[in-house]
DNA sequence: TTATAAAAGGATATAAATATCTTTTTATAA
DNA sequence: TTATAAAAAGATATTTATATCCTTTTATAA
């Protein structure tokens, strides 16, 4: 499971560019409503990842937080990689130092299996990919109840 | 991914599974030490354990911590449960308040499959089964180095 | 040029997970 | 019956994740 943050930082990117695509540049209180966090928490992380260029920010009046040219194709990966680093794609699922084929765990061949379907998705699913299924209606940003 | 102490928990009931084999019922520090975990809380998730009835225990000289009758065909599944509830089971990727087939998040497909691989492996695999495959050789309980 | 709106930064607070320590209960061996 | 070994129970401590608050910087509109 990915943590409470990385859910948010992927909700928060996936908001603000389907209001990319409005010609809106949203803030941190529009964000944090839409994908019902905090909202200082939700600054910290949109903080943290316009540092790390996964998106970009304006600062002063009439600012707020937007994609540029070479960030329309950030993956769930890259997201997770800054939100929380990498260990669930590495980490033996039965707790050893390190994960080994050649040395392995009694759960490695099945939960190896698992975990690079997981990181699959990581690398080929990207923001923006997401944000369209949601803008064709084909799926939902949040729940009504 | 597992919480540590769920973590601790399966590899703590692994290695009671081997040592019962061998007609002995190993301690908390016997056990801690296999496991490589602090003793004192080893002691507080083997105390969960028994509590819940995944392993018995024997207080007083001589006494440790065993499976009876009942206890043989554990499951992951029974372990995470007791240990860090089922939400990773249930639980959206995306960080909805739910998961539903029919008023997905933009990853439900996908992941959902992934989840549902997880859930196979801790419904399938049994304490007992992964303990064997250590009896045989066929994997270890931990790393040398 | 000043007032205002917005993000950035820094300091704290709270909650949950992980870890330790001490006392009590129970069983057994001497 | 007493001393000892062991788990159970309870209290506390530490660390990490989550969350809040206050101040500073920056851009823009009036
Ligand atoms: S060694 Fe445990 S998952 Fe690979
Ligand atoms: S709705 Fe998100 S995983 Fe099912």
Redesign the interface.
């Known amino acids: 499971?990915?943590s409470?943050s990385t859910?948010?930082a992927?909700?928060a990117l996936?908001f603000i560019q389907l209001r990319n695509w409005e010609q809106k540049r949203p803030g941190v209180g529009e964000v944090a409503r839409e994908i019902e966090a905090p909202e200082a928490y939700t600054a910290k992380i949109l903080q943290t990842l316009a540092k790390h260029k996964l998106m970009d920010s304006a600062k002063g009046r009439g600012g707020g937080f937007f994609f540029g040219e070479n960030q329309s194709s950030l993956t769930l990966y890259d997201v997770i990689h800054v939100m929380e680093g990498d260990?669930?794609f590495h980490?033996c699922?039965?707790?050893?130092?390190?994960c080994?084929d050649h040395?392995?765990?009694?759960?490695?061949d099945?939960?190896v299996?698992?975990r690079d379907?997981?990181f699959e998705?990581a690398k080929t699913?990207t923001i923006s990919?997401?944000?369209d299924?949601?803008r064709r209606g084909?799926?939902?940003?949040?729940?009504i109840v």
Request: proline share 5%; charged share 20%.
């Open positions: 499971m990915l409470k859910e948010y992927i909700r996936v260990a669930c980490k699922g039965f707790g050893l130092k390190s080994n040395n392995p765990c009694p759960l490695h099945k939960y299996v698992v379907g997981f998705i699913e990919a997401l944000s299924s949601i084909d799926a939902v940003l949040n729940r």
